[in-house]
């Protein structure tokens, strides 16, 4: 398209690293999701809540590392907390016991009540698998119930109806279970059973028949961070999962410390059994966290038995490394002081309320939808409450939006969601503004 041509000429020294890159890294890319045409940007540099690419074009960040800067790029509290790992504890990782693993896990509890006990992980994949394992270690079950369109990493167990084609998800009340890649064994498929998002007649059928087989139900309370599931459909869910003997995990993943400081579990005032958190909880550094009931994170305690087959299994060479710890509380303790993400959240609805002002002024059918400091952009006016209803969205429309956004230095990734910072000022939002006003004008020619 003339988007895409546009795009290629202002970005010589990115096409031609993609071009190099391409013939080593496969697909030129570390993870498929960063792949897009006609190439992705390549960036050399950042600050605070601003991009720089290797033509040297500026852009505000909204990518913010898939959410996980929520201070921005280079925060002084988060510098210096690794700085003084560095000096007091001289190593970024002891492969054993040290006490910012207790802090963390205590500045956890307190905002997460729900955490009766804890583990660390590298990843917020790691975190959902083993947060799997141990309701199916507690219930004796085999199977898992995930909701259509939901994320919760790359592994196998949840690598099912993540983004499945319209000819192959079944009936919408009672989905099918469609592979999202090639490789994973036949068996993750079969004891994957899929949900459909916020339809609680078909979900409570699903469970009910499936009771006997289901160790847990694992859900993103938001979808994709932005698509809240409605409260009784989250109130029925918890109190279902009781009665079934189903183990309830949040993937607070991206929700944790965005929606709410605490959560969405804060949000919609509901007690998951088992969560898993991830990117924000390391402060800009690799991390997961399982936390949850006493009774399931027992499980894994080398205490519990002596026989190694009585015991859940959980290692991680970097596990709870006391960088990621330090950044990670950093983070939280900065977001904590009075007003700091009462601020935040404000700052990002003053930018949602100013892009549906333009929207409604340039007559072009965007709205947002989200909670706290994350949004999307949608490209449709009818109502979203799940993975089907994006199908309404006009793709076309988002992709030539953030074409242009990017030509105007705002930077999410095409058809990707907006996350905010504490580094997102005045400054940044109306140059964010400023770029959707020219985007739009654009869009209504
Ligand atoms: N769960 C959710 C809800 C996520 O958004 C993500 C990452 O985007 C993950 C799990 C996986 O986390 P990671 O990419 O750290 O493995």
Known sequence: ?????????????SAAFFEQAQMLIAGGVNGNLRYYQPFPITFAQARDAWLYDLDGHAYVDYLLSYGALLLGHGHPVVQKAIQ???????????????????EMAQELAGLYPSFEEVRFTNSGLEATLFALRLAMAYTGKTHIAKFEGHYHGAHDHVLVSVNPTFDRFGDQTSPASVPESLGTPDYYLQHTVVLPFNDWDACEKIMTEKKDQLAAVIVEPMQSGYIPADRQFMKNLRQLTDNLGIILIFDEVKTGFRVSL????????????LSALGKVVGGGFPIGVVGGKRRLLEMCSPLRSRNRQEVVFHSGTFNGNPISLAAGLATIRYLQEPGRFASLVQRTHQLRDG???????????????????????????AEVRNYRDLGANRHELRLALDYLLM???????PLNRFSLSDAHGPAEIQATLDAFEKSFAALGQ
């Open 1 to 13: 398209s003339s988007f895409q041509q546009h795009y290629r000429e202002k970005r010589p020294k």
């Open 84 to 102: 003084q790992v560095w000096e007091q504890q001289g190593t970024s990782s002891f492969g054993a016991t040290h006490p910012l693993e207790l």
């Open 262 to 273: 605490g959560g969405a579990q804060d949000y919609y005032g509901v007690t998951p059994d």
């Open 355 to 381: 892009i549906h002002e333009l929207a409604r002024q340039y007559r072009v059918p965007v709205k947002t939808m989200g909670v706290g400091t994350i949004f999307n952009v949608l490209t449709t006016e």
């Open 407 to 413: 030509d105007h230095g705002v930077y999410s990734k």
